[in-house]
């Protein structure tokens, strides 16, 4: 496995300023195209943001597969959250195509995403601790009558989620609880509940399991495990931790430089791998700040 | 005992509600006249303003922000009236078009804080002060009469020794039902307490705000107007500021925090009944009404430290 990951490391290059090629980085080479007969629900295309002066996606392509777990791996600050955020609507591309089920699609909200059946669960899970548990499930999706009056059909809406709550397995003491007095495990699978609630077809994960014990992040992980193969979802997840990569993803994706530098499926690649990769391009980047130091 | 903490910690209106209720035993015991019809007529009359302007208040402080012009939109709607009305236009349409100015100034307010990202506290500020000198401009700094104290629509507004009360009453309920009972309440209080996540939830946190300013201003230049109809008449020179602090005051002490995402309309009634009974107490007791604004003082904070303590307990009941 390692031999053929080698076979995939062209010479490291430097690539900064404003050129708009991908990188020549150490992990260049190891991107693979589409394949044409590939069931894709999810995919972007020269996807490109820019804040003020800071570039941070100049071109990035992924895919998703249907029913497939993605895991999306780079350093603090590469734009894996600012890709979810465009991807999932919050924010909009400055360039590029998004397409759902090879539909064309231009978000505009949140809303539109939903629309296409695109789920979000953000790094600071967009959880209000002051409301319950039922209250955040059904955030911007409240069950209502009397029209433009929006009154709250509490009853209803508590029981659906505990319905709900049931069949994914996630237990907490009470609908009515207030969100802020759960613990961080409950309150990521609130969130995680939240987002396939309304039968989202792609969940855009980021951090689930960010600052987790092991017995909170193995609640999560057999969710995102049973959403996934029982439940027929799509996921594209964000984490630092290549154990819990390996143990959720069928592929990995690095982001690096504003770019997709790497895609491999799991059964490709190891951790071992990961790491050998990542080292070699930290010290890639160490080479080229000291060279820019002594400039 | 530590369920009594838990259900006290966890009801904000109950520690204001046993203050209140100990004052009023202990101006009552002092004067009989305290429960006099005259006397609760003429607390309800001073309370009616300060829970009006209060229930506005308790929407952005849960959404974290404030509106310090909410006191001179009462004083200064009622001027709308006056100056309107001298172009020779019915009171009914006088009241409307000055409550449709108030509206303005509350989008404004919302406009300068979603879109300028001016923090409310200084928008608002400065707001405040543009309306004070308006009218002192408009009025050559001259007191007048109110317009539409007599008659059956003086009654309803303001002349009748209940009709405020009721005003007040009826507002401060819809106020309540609009943030406990509907998506929009929810989401004031969504985007006070994680106003990103709110967002990302897809909740239209500008709209919600900008919303918010309009129903203070709508409010408050409402109960100003009906204010002003009875006491029947205007001083240009009213300071606007002191409304608003009563009002900040009710919703502090009635277990409001002002770092939004924690709101309670009944405990600012209650912190409006408790203003209130202080201010008609010491008047009826005796005491000089200098002593009322010590006090007022002092009962924000041992209110705020009881608050504060509780919510404490609370954290660590849950724990």
């Not at chain 1, 993605?70 to 590469?78: I, M």
């Not at chain 1, 049931?166 to 509940?193: E, H, M, N, P, T």
């Not at chain 2, 009974?277 to 000089?288: A, P």
């Amino acid at each position: 496995m390692s031999g053929a990951l080698e076979a995939d490391l062209p010479e490291p290059g430097n690539n900064v300023g404003n050129d708009t090629s991908p990188p020549r980085s150490s992990l260049v080479g190891a991107v693979k195209s589409s394949h044409p007969h590939e069931d894709l629900v999810l995919r972007a295309e020269k996807i490109k943001k820019s804040f003020g002066a800071l570039v941070v996606l100049r071109g990035v392509d992924i895919r998703l597969r249907r029913g497939e777990v993605l895991g999306l791996v780079g350093d603090n600050g590469s734009g894996k959250s600012t890709l979810m955020k465009i991807l999932c609507g919050f924010q909009r591309q400055d360039d590029g195509e998004v397409f759902v089920n090879e539909k064309h699609v231009d978000f505009h909200s949140v809303q539109d995403a939903r629309n296409e059946g695109i789920e979000a669960v953000y790094q600071d899970l967009a959880l209000v601790p002051q409301l319950t548990v039922y209250q955040n499930l059904f955030l911007n999706r409240e069950l209502t009558r009397f029209g433009k009056i929006g009154w709250l059909k509490n009853t209803s809406m508590r029981r659906l989620s505990e319905q709900y709550l049931a069949a994914i397995g996630v237990k907490v003491a009470s609908v009515d609880a207030l969100v802020g007095s759960l613990s961080g495990g409950q309150r990521q699978a609130i969130a995680l509940a939240r987002a396939t609630r309304q039968d989202a077809e792609i969940l855009l994960l980021d951090e689930p399991l960010a600052a987790m014990g092991a017995k909170e992040s193995a609640l999560v992980i057999n969710l995102v495990k049973d959403l996934s193969q029982n439940h027929g979802v799509s996921m594209i997840i964000i984490d630092h931790n290549y154990t819990h990569l390996f143990e959720l993803c069928d592929r990995l994706n690095i982001l690096q430089e504003g770019y997709i530098t790497y895609d491999q499926e799991i059964s490709d690649t190891s951790i071992g791998d990961l790491n050998e990769l990542m080292i070699s391009e930290y010290r890639r980047r160490v080479t080229i700040g000291q060279s820019e130091l002594k400039a | 005992m530590r369920q009594v903490v838990g259900v006290i910690s966890q009801r904000a209106e109950v520690t204001i509600f046993i203050v209140c209720v100990v004052l009023i035993v202990y101006f009552s015991v002092r004067n009989a006249n305290f429960y006099s019809y005259t006397n609760i007529v003429t607390m309800v009359q001073y309370m009616a303003p300060i829970a009006v302007i209060g229930a506005g208040e308790v929407l952005l402080l849960d959404l974290a922000e404030i509106d310090l012009s909410s006191g001179q939109v009462f004083l200064t709607a009622p001027w709308f009236v006056i100056l309107i009305n001298q172009h020779g236009v019915p009171i009914g349409w006088c009241v409307a078009l000055s409550l449709l100015v108030c509206i303005g100034i509350g989008a404004f307010n919302g406009a300068l804080v979603v879109t300028l990202k001016v923090p409310s506290f200084v928008a608002t500020l400065g707001v405040n002060y543009v309306l004070a000198g308006y009218v002192l401009v408009a009025s050559d700094d001259v007191q007048t009469n109110m317009i539409g104290t007599t008659g059956h629509f003086g009654a309803v507004a303001g002349i009748a020794n209940w009709s405020e009360g009721f005003w007040a009453i009826g507002i401060v309920i819809l106020i309540w039902a609009l943030l406990k009972g509907t998506r929009f309440g929810l989401h004031t209080t969504a985007t006070g307490d994680n106003e990103l996540g709110a967002a990302e939830a897809g909740v239209k946190v500008r709209s919600v705000k900008v919303r918010c300013f309009i129903i203070i201003a709508f409010i408050s230049g409402l109960i100003g107007i009906f204010d002003a109809i009875r006491i029947g008449s205007l001083d240009p020179a009213a300071p606007g500021l002191n409304e608003m602090l009563s009002a900040v005051t009710a919703c502090v002490i009635g277990g409001t925090a002002l770092t939004g995402g924690k709101a309670t309309v009944l405990g600012t009634l209650i912190g409006a009944i408790v203003l209130g009974v202080l201010e008609d107490g010491f008047n009826i007791v005796g005491i000089s009404a200098n002593w009322f604004i010590l006090v007022e003082g002092a009962v924000i904070l041992l209110a705020m430290g009881v608050n504060v303590q509780l919510g404490r307990a609370s954290t660590r009941t849950l724990a």
